[in-house]
């Protein structure tokens, strides 16, 4: 895109003058979720907020944002519009994007209260027969997160409890409620993708133990472990480039963010 | 009013109507003062509900335009709303005033219809959040208005039902019932019975709890809700709830035959239609399919979605229900239409009640007690075998069942059903109903990798595809007594608009690529067509004007969820953008583009 060509030529001036009243400083577009904690905010309290942050000043860029709630229609209404120019976190292939080099590997956790010993690790452990387990449920063409699946296939429906995936989204934490449930003792246990069940058990009124899902996977077609990206527009090979770099360069950066954030991580991410 | 009852079982019954209508309901010139919907619905001058009248027959009384004449169809007058989302609804006509609403953000519009070119008399914005778009599951669109004791009464996607001054516009009172936040929006077209506002919510595909409210026509206070999952007070099952079928009957059905506390998060919403009987005393609709749609997660019938209720309207106590798809296993909601008729069933004289199913049944059911009289395809079905006569049961053909890991081919109908939330139509002339639908199967994995940042990036898993004989859309007449097809029009595109049928023996329905057509409603023939500027998903109507003449009014504008491939621009060359459409419908794009217009038609045009 001749825009982004134009405009990396515009940031390396702007670093060069190492000003950025100048009029040409270069502008990094984002396209998050106001209200989506641990990975963003309006606020700018989410880990990906600071990675953004983090590659803004590495790149010596002023950083936008276009909010829009991550729900059906969020890459359309914002990357595919052209109203921003990163995701800052996708799957790795994720299809409707072009995805940079993975810059963490995250798992779904079972999370559990450490009073009540619960300290599940695998999908085929008996006593998931006799807890009450949270797991997150959506219900689009058929799909459903991995967790979900996983129990359905293992015939754990009925002490199962769905939280709908969105939360509620008037309050300032939707994802909060599936870890909430289990700081109360609502559910025994809950199967929760990492980096939120690591952000909300650092605020439980309770310790909780978080142990990542075995298998690391039910089959190719269904892991708990993903590798995550930065996505931009599927023809956006110059800025795809320039994020994988940032990515290499500033992985101990990353990882320290990542680390506040209590994101817990998987080797071989990178 | 117990007269205008009357006249329309007689019309049921198809005796000759007499098409001038009684001098208590003539039109109004202008004046609103007539209140009763019960009342107004039998008068053919005027359009004040949808569905037509409270039997949902979609039956106008005009013969102003015939068989003879319609090819000599014309535009009167036009006007463009401006939005480019589906648009679905049905215009309204009360006196001399036209009303329209809008897709989001749901503007009202009040036509004059007593000056040339059917100036604005006034509009109302109501705003609605921009963020209930995002939890709109198929595109953006609002089934209509309904008027009633000198108020528009509508629903927006955000969520609030608001009664409007039909004369001035000016809001009555403005009633937030669904949580954008939990995922519940607000589509369907209310309903007024006996001073309530019946409206229900969307939003099936996250994880909400559908419910139908009534709301007092004055005040727009709660007078009750009844859910369509959970526990029997919350359902508002009593002691004078008789379903037919053993099966239906038990306490807390609602709660048990869901795996845990499934039922909470359990769908079932209410976004379709609502008929009444005001001899019986009960109120029709449908409930949509359970959530989420992996029939794995949730063992057990799960009641008490995609089937119907019936109600009475003062308390919403349930009467009886039949549920079309017990654990439904292809998003077969039961939404779809409830058209009741007085039939001659195997010589014997029924009240019944008439249902084109998502699931490709064509159900007759007593409307007294809920048993099924008939049910048969209306097309190429081969996921069921009909219904068990004994036990009210679908027979389900397990090879084209959903199995975790496994793409099941070729399951007909596919996920929007032989038909979804398009209204068919009932002539009392003809005996037959007029149904718009699809001929689409499916192939379906049920296991897709969805990496879950908490919120989805949904992945998708099912490709619609053309049924057999490769057209997408069908319009069918079909006789109900005789349980089989009089005729039927193959359509290139799915129809997703309503059907109108007319006293002149005329049947209106529209195409996605925007032909606005008129057969013969005997024989099929086809005797005019007019092409829209975008393609048509709304519901024909018919009035008679001040001027009295007949004419017929439609929306065109493509969208919805099978059209949302051109009116939210998605990719054509992937299969599963939009749920499956975008392979069903890739070359919808190059048929027609996005943009709401109405359109009036009259014998000369405009003239």
Known sequence: MSRLRGLAAAALAGSLLGSASCRDVRVIRVCADPNNLPFSNEAREGFENRIAALLAADRGARLEYTWWAQRRGFVRNTLQAGACDVVMGVPSGFEPTRTSRPYYRSTYVFAARRDRGARLASLDDPRLRELRIGVQMIGDDFANTPPAHALARRGLVRNVVGFPVYGDYSRPAPLSAIVDAVDRGDVDAAVVWGPAAGYFAKAAQHPLELTPVSPQGDSPALPFVFDISMGVRRGDAGLQAELDDFIGRRRADIDRILDDYGVPRIEGGR | ?607
Not at chain 2, 35 to 53: C, E, F, I, R, Y
Not at chain 2, 116 to 124: D, E, N, T, V
Not at chain 2, 463 to 477: E, F, H, I, L
């Open chain 2, 1 to 607: 009013m117990a007269a205008a009852a009357a006249a329309v079982l007689a019309a049921c019954q198809g005796q000759t109507l007499d098409t001038s209508p009684p001098a208590s309901v003539r039109p109004l010139n202008g004046s609103l003062t007539a209140s009763d919907p019960a009342q107004l619905q039998t008068d053919d001058g005027q359009w004040v509900m949808p569905a037509k009248n409270y039997s949902s027959t979609r039956f106008s009384g005009l013969n102003q335009i015939t068989t003879a004449n319609v090819s000599r169809l014309g535009v009167a007058w036009t006007f463009s709303t401006g939005m480019v989302a589906g648009h679905e609804a049905a215009p309204l006509v009360v006196g001399s005033t036209m009303f329209v609403v809008t897709p989001f953000p749901n503007i009202v519009y009040a036509f004059d219809l007593s000056r040339p070119g059917a100036p604005l008399k006034w509009q109302y914005d109501p705003k609605p959040l921009g963020a209930s778009k995002g939890v709109a599951c198929c595109d953006t669109v609002n089934r209509g208005a309904v008027y009633a004791d000198g108020a528009i009464f509508f629903n927006t996607l955000d969520g609030r039902t608001i009664a409007l001054d039909a004369a001035t516009g000016q809001p009555r009172w403005i009633t937030p019932l669904a949580d954008i936040n939990k995922g519940e929006s607000m589509t369907m077209a209310p309903l007024v019975v006996k001073g309530k506002v019946l409206v229900g919510n969307s939003g099936g595909e996250f994880g909400v709890r559908g419910w139908l409210t009534a709301l007092d026509a004055g005040s727009g206070s709660i007078a009750w809700r009844a859910y369509s999952t959970g526990p029997d007070k919350d359902v508002l099952i009593g002691p004078s709830f008789t379903p037919h079928y053993d099966g239906d009957r038990g306490k807390d059905l609602g709660m048990t035959t869901w795996p845990g506390e499934a039922w909470r998060t359990g769908g079932g919403t209410v976004w379709g239609w609502i008929s009444y009987d005001p001899e019986l005393n009960l109120l029709y609709y449908g409930t949509a399919n359970p959530g989420p749609w992996n029939p794995d997660q949730r063992p057990g019938d799960n009641k008490w979605t995609a089937g119907i209720f019936a109600r009475v309207p003062e308390t919403g106590e349930a009467r009886w229900f039949y549920q079309t798809s017990p654990h439904d296993l292809f998003d077969h909601d039961g939404v779809n239409e409830v058209v009741l008729a007085n039939l001659a069933v195997d010589g014997q004289q029924r009240k019944v009640a008439m249902r084109a199913d998502r699931n490709g049944l064509f159900y007759v059911l007593d409307r007294a007690t809920g048993e099924v009289l008939s049910a048969a395809p209306f097309g190429y079905v081969n996921s069921n075998r009909g219904v068990d006569m004994k036990t009210g049961r679908l027979i389900e053909v397990k090879e084209k069942a959903p199995r975790l890991g496994v793409v099941v081919r070729d399951i007909c109908p596919a996920a929007p059903g032989m038909k979804d939330w398009q209204p068919m139509s009932f002539s009392p002339q003809t005996g037959l109903v007029y149904i718009p639908h699809q001929n689409l199967c499916e192939d379906l994995e049920t296991m897709t990798t969805s990496y879950i940042a908490g919120t989805p990036f949904v992945g998708a898993s099912v490709v619609y595809k053309a049924g057999p004989g490769g057209n997408r859309g069908v319009v069918t007449a079909w006789n109900p007594v005789s349980a089989q097809p009089a005729w039927t029009i193959k359509e290139h595109f799915p129809v997703w608009s309503g059907t109108l049928v007319t006293a002149g023996d005329v049947l209106f329905y529209g195409t996605m690529d925007g032909w606005f057509k008129a057969v013969n409603a005997k024989s099929g023939e086809e005797l005019w067509r007019f092409k829209c500027g975008s393609g048509i998903i709304g519901q024909p109507v018919s009035y008679r004007g001040p001027d009295g003449r007949q004419y017929v009014a439609v929306l065109a504008g493509v969208g919805g969820w099978a059209g949302a491939i051109v009116s939210a621009d998605l990719d054509p060359r992937d299969a599963t953008a939009g749920n499956g459409w975008g392979g069903a419908l890739a070359d919808l794009k190059d048929a027609t583009t996005r943009g709401g217009m109405l359109y009036v038609f009259a014998i000369g045009g405009g003239q």
